[in-house]
Each structure stands twice: as C-alpha cells, then as structure tokens.
C-alpha cells in the first residue's frame, strides 16, 4: 500500500484538470504506479469516524476510467471520505480478492466497477459480500445485468445502486454521426470509387451491453441515414466474418488489440490494391487510436499535406482523441462524461456515509438521470463538436436530438457500460 503524500503538487495538477461539478474529458495522468492496491489522498474531516471506502477499477490502463478517477480522487477528498484505490488488472478473481482483503481491513463502503460487465453471478457475489456486513455498494461504469436481465439485481436487492449510461445511445448516436458525415463526403470517403463504402469495426468486450450495441447501432443507424439520402448501405471490408467485427479477446477495448487487428487488415487491403477499408468504427477512443496508430504505420491518417485519411470514429471523447480530431487523423467521438460520472458516484458515497439511503436526493441533484428503475442513474451521452471546443462557446459537446434512447428504439436498456469501456 503506498500513500501520496505530496498533496500541493497532486492538487495542482488536479485543478488543471477537473473544474468546479466535473472534469468534462480530463487529460489522464499516472498519478501513481499500477498496483493492487493503492491508498491515495490523506482525508482531512471525515464526516463521521470510520467510515472508509473501496474503489475497485477493472483496470486502470483503461483510459476514460483514468478520467473517472482522476476526478472521483479529488471529490471523495474534498467530501472527507477516506478512501483505497484498487487495480483488478483485468481479473474478475483478482477483483473478488481485492474486495474480501478490503472487507477484512475495515473499508465500510464499496464503490465497484466490474471486470466481468454483464454478469449477474459476478456482481451478486460482491452484493452478497457486503450484504453480511450491512455495506452499501455502488456500482458504476460497467453493467451487472445482462442484455436482457435489466433490474434483475438493482430491484432485487436493498442498498445498492448503479451509476452509468444508457447502453443503446451512444451506439444511435455514433451511428449518427458516422451516416452524416458519410453522406456529405461521400466521393472522398470511396477512395475505390465502387459507389460502396467498406468498413471495419472494432468491438470492446463480448457481452458488455454498450459494446453490444455499440456494434449494432453504428451500423444500423448509419446505414439508415444513408438509406435515405439515395446511397448503398455499407459492407464489412471482410465477406468471410460473419460477425462483421474484430473483438478484442482480451475484453479491455485496448488500442493494442485495435492496432494489430488493422495492421494485419492492411496487408491485405490498401488504396494501391483497390480494395481499401474506406471507414473505421470503434467502440471506444482506445481502439480508435489504435487503428490510427496502424493507418500511420502506412502512410494514412498522418495530418500531413497530400495525405489520405480513413474516416476514424469513437467513443468517449478522451483528452487523447480530442487532440486527433485537432490533428485532422480522426473524424469525430461521442462524449462520456468522465467529471459527471465522478461527481454522482462522490454524492451516493456521501449519503452512505451519513447513514442515508444511497439515492437520496440523487435524482434532484442531478436532474435528466432518471431510469425506470428506483437506484439506476443514467447519465446522457453527447456529441463532440470540435468547432465549439476551439472557439472557445462551451466545452464542445452538444445534446443529442430526438428520440435516440434504447426504448424509442425497440430496444432493452441493459445498464451502461465501458467504455470503456467505456469502457
């Protein structure tokens, strides 16, 4: 267990990142080694003797979630809740461990974002742990109910609840984005000039819902818009996948795992052989960076003067990706918002720890995070706008239009997710 305790050079450089109520989309700084488990922040006030809390990241190489906590460090410090960081590095049993070394060591409330998203045996396992002990859990980030098992838990069991988004909308609205912007470059996008555009698509975790849809949606809803401006749907660059994606097998919708994915696909397929993969999808801004990295490789997606550039979508809007959009190497991300996310999970914990209900107030607090389910709060995705984000008018995000919820769009809300990832 190792403390930081330099605190005006860490606070320094937090308030260059995260600002009054949230961080928007925080640069990610290390801010200490990855480890098991590592306690951060001397707490100055405690609201009340004891009380200590679990934060447990299914890994903290995932990018968006350095963002979370980047900014969830700074708001339980400054509600005076001593709290211990832990790395689950990808493990469900490392997590499992963690959390029972936590549970034996005194930590009284448990913040979790699972490794295993979607999986109500993993997530009953830790209520159930702390159920014993009359703890409250908050979860947040990655689901624990599966696709089509939503409430299955949060209605089931008292003292918890779940902080994340709407699995559907940030697929309907990459989905979106990805059509409009086909529709209006679509010359330049068919670098083959078949009149079709091929596509890649890069997909996070298997089973998580926002990965899932994710997949879906960016399609579906692409090829709808396209539909119906007169053009052809688009193909997969691969007519022998059937799934019409790459996983990363690994489930951390990582940048390597996109990299070598695209790097293998462009052996094959490539502007000089006529059958170029002419857009690029991805789950996450992870896995959009990674295929860029593999676009510079060859020669694409540089920035330079005369060089060709595959269209590059993502989600997440990372301080990372906001600098590609810049750069002219990515084509555009949909914001989640890493300071929000922060800012409710530090209000739930501080209602546990002053013995209220989890939920109290929640939903007045944070208004437009309200779901069908009494303990689930949803926070809105949004568009990133890199014209707003450089003149300065707001802070480049823009609300999306209409009905682009998984319930207008036939389909089930299974918890947010990821991004990771989200994921």
């Known amino acids: 267990m190792k403390t930081l305790k330099i605190m005006t050079a860490v606070f320094a450089l937090f308030g260059l990142v995260c600002l009054a109520g949230g961080c928007g989309a925080p640069p990610v700084p290390e801010l200490m080694p990855v480890e098991e488990e590592t306690e951060i922040l001397p707490v100055p006030d405690a609201p009340e003797?004891?009380?200590?809390?679990?934060?447990?990241?299914?890994?903290?190489?995932?990018?968006?979630?350095?963002?979370?906590?980047?900014?969830?460090?700074?708001?339980?410090?400054?509600?005076?809740?001593?709290?211990?960081?832990?790395?689950?590095?990808?493990?469900?049993?490392?997590?499992?461990?963690?959390?029972?070394?936590?549970?034996?060591?005194?930590?009284?409330?448990?913040?979790?974002?699972?490794?295993?998203?979607?999986?109500?045996?993993?997530?009953?396992?830790?209520?159930?742990?702390?159920?014993?002990?009359?703890?409250?859990?908050?979860?947040?980030?990655?689901?624990?109910?599966?696709?089509?098992?939503?409430?299955?838990?949060?209605?089931?069991?008292?003292?918890?609840?779940?902080?994340?988004?709407d699995a559907s909308q940030s697929g309907h609205m990459q989905g979106k984005m990805i059509g409009e912007y086909v529709r209006d470059h679509y010359s330049e996008t068919d670098l083959n000039g078949d009149g079709v555009i091929s596509y890649a698509l890069f997909k996070g975790e298997a089973l998580n819902p926002e990965a899932i849809y994710r997949t879906r949606y960016s399609v579906e809803d692409a090829d709808a818009v396209l539909e119906e401006a007169g053009y052809p749907h688009m193909e997969y660059f691969d007519p022998s996948n059937y799934d019409h994606f790459q996983l990363d097998l690994a489930g951390t919708w990582s940048d390597e795992a996109a990299r070598r994915y695209m790097s293998a696909n462009l052996e094959e397929y490539g502007v000089p052989r006529g059958n170029m993969i002419e857009l690029v999808i991805c789950n996450n801004d992870n896995m959009a960076e990674g295929a860029i990295a593999a676009l510079n490789e060859y020669g694409y997606n540089t920035g330079m003067e005369g060089s060709v550039t595959i269209p590059v979508f993502g989600v997440d809007a990372t301080e990372y990706a906001r600098q590609l959009i810049a750069s002219g190497r990515m084509t555009g991300t949909i914001v989640q918002d890493a300071g929000k996310m922060a800012e409710i999970i530090a209000h739930l914990a501080v209602n546990a720890s002053q013995g209220k209900d989890l939920m109290e107030d929640a939903f007045s607090s944070f208004p437009g995070t309200e779901s069908h389910i009494k303990n689930k709060i949803i926070i809105p995705y949004s568009y990133y706008d890199p014209e707003a984000e450089s003149t300065g008018a707001g802070d480049g995000t823009e609300t999306p239009d209409g009905a682009e919820a998984s319930d207008e769009a036939g389909a089930s809300d299974g918890a947010g997710g990821e991004g990771g990832a989200d994921d």
């Open 49 to 165: 003797e004891g009380v200590k809390a679990g934060v447990f990241y299914y890994s903290f190489s995932d990018t968006y979630l350095a963002g979370v906590r980047t900014c969830l460090d700074i708001a339980l410090h400054e509600a005076g809740i001593p709290f211990v960081n832990y790395d689950a590095q990808s493990s469900q049993s490392v997590q499992n461990g963690q959390i029972d070394t936590a549970l034996s060591s005194g930590i009284n409330l448990l913040i979790v974002n699972v490794v295993s998203a979607g999986n109500t045996e993993a997530a009953t396992e830790i209520i159930e742990k702390a159920r014993h002990r009359n703890i409250k859990v908050i979860f947040f980030n990655k689901p624990i109910e599966g696709e089509d098992e939503e409430g299955t838990l949060l209605n089931e069991f008292d003292n918890i609840a779940f902080v994340g988004t």
